[in-house]
């Protein structure tokens, strides 16, 4: 009965080749995430990543500062909104400032730098990469203060 062999050697070359081609892939393909996560850290330091915005209002690349003084001026729901109240027959009417609301614009544009910095590494990027793609959303932040 014959038997076929295989050598040795010429196995060991190939399995040697594919090893270091998937070794050198995956060090290039690390490598590149690397860089694009720290370049795109870079390029957005000390500002909020695109896609974020509070109550609808665009706060992509601005710094803190910058997205509470946009949030100041163009949310007012505590000044013009209006609450209604209802007690059986009686209805009356007031302004959320009124009742001791008052819209936090620094703590907000806060939040919305903080979205994407905040959740370990893989979870800053994927709310990074959501961000950019569909775009998030931060809900305003009040305060309720006593008179």
């Not at 302004?95 to 979870?123: C, I, N, W």
């Amino acid at each position: 009965m014959a038997t076929t062999r295989f050598s040795t050697s010429q196995t060991n070359p190939i399995l040697m080749r594919v090893a270091a081609a998937f070794s050198l892939g995956s060090f290039i393909y690390l490598g590149l995430i690397l860089f694009w996560t720290m370049s795109y850290q870079l390029l957005y330091a000390g500002r909020i990543f695109p896609g974020v915005s509070v109550a609808g209002v665009e706060l992509s690349g601005l710094s803190p500062a910058e997205a509470a003084i946009k949030l100041s001026q163009t949310l007012s729901y505590p000044n013009t909104g209006k609450v209604l109240f209802r007690d059986g027959e009686k209805i009356w009417v007031a302004a959320p400032t009124e009742l001791g609301m008052v819209f936090d614009p620094s703590t907000s544009a806060l939040t919305a730098y903080q979205l994407g910095r905040k959740d370990g590494l893989f979870g800053s990027i994927a709310r990074q990469v959501q961000a950019r793609g569909a775009g998030l959303d931060v809900a305003p932040l009040y305060l309720l203060t006593r008179e």
